[in-house]
T-cell receptor, first 114, second 113 residues
């Protein structure tokens, strides 16, 4: 069972607020990812990191930012939330052992911006 | 952009029926992964395929890595209500020196008891 945790599970917040979605993993994985999942189910990669102090933007443009100061922690921040940011945010990690090691996902944060 | 074409997009079946879904790509993949997402949860890995032609089972689930390396399918036999969820195919793609996991758009399965 994967040990990757996201908090909060649900968040309802007003427009203009700054929020940080937390993601932590206890598996020592170097690679971590943030996906945004729209109501139509599709997963969109918005940020990824291959290790401490390494962050890259994903395929879908996002106004969020990420940081990777510690291996186990990969928080996502929205400086000023807007209704268009309403979505499900999924954090994932994987090791780099052999072949392509599969992603382990957290349970997600469902964000609603009013 | 999206690299994987997953079909069908949704299925409504009766309990006990078999389910079949597939994923195709214009690119060659060296790994195919199948995930399931329960409502309100994150996706969980069901089956990983690493070799062209490989056929792998996990309980009532069977998945195959296509011989061309451009497709994969997943079968669920004798479906039960807890099979409800969204099924994703995925595969690693190397672009610009970095490897990313690309996902299909998902197949939403509904099982009527």
């Amino acid at each position: 069972e994967a040990d990757i945790y996201q908090t909060p599970r649900y968040l309802v917040i007003g427009t203009g607020k700054k929020i940080t979605l937390e993601c932590s993993q206890t598996m020592g994985h170097d690679k971590m990812y943030w996906y945004q999942q729209d109501p139509g189910m599709e997963l969109h990669l918005i940020h990824y990191s291959y290790g401490v102090n390494s962050t890259e933007k994903g395929d879908l443009s996002s106004e969020s930012t990420v940081s990777r100061i510690r291996t186990e922690h990969f928080p996502l921040t929205l400086e000023s939330a807007r209704p268009s940011h309403t979505s499900q945010y999924l954090c994932a990690s994987r090791g780099a052992i052999r072949r392509h090691s599969p992603l382990h996902f957290g349970n997600g944060t469902r964000l609603t911006v009013t | 952009g999206q690299q994987l074409n997953q079909s069908p997009q949704s299925m409504f079946i009766q309990e006990g029926e078999d389910v079949s879904m597939n994923c195709t790509s214009s690119s060659i993949f060296n790994t195919w992964l199948w995930y399931k997402q329960d409502p309100g949860e994150g996706p969980v890995l069901l089956i990983a395929l690493y070799k062209a032609g490989e056929l792998t089972s996990n309980g009532r689930l069977t998945a195959q890595f296509g011989i061309t390396r451009k497709d994969s399918f997943l079968n669920i036999s004798a479906s039960i209500p807890s099979d409800v969820g969204i099924y994703f195919c995925a595969g690693p793609l190397t672009q610009g020196g970095s490897e990313k996991l690309v996902f299909g758009k998902g197949m939403k399965l509904t099982v009527n008891p």
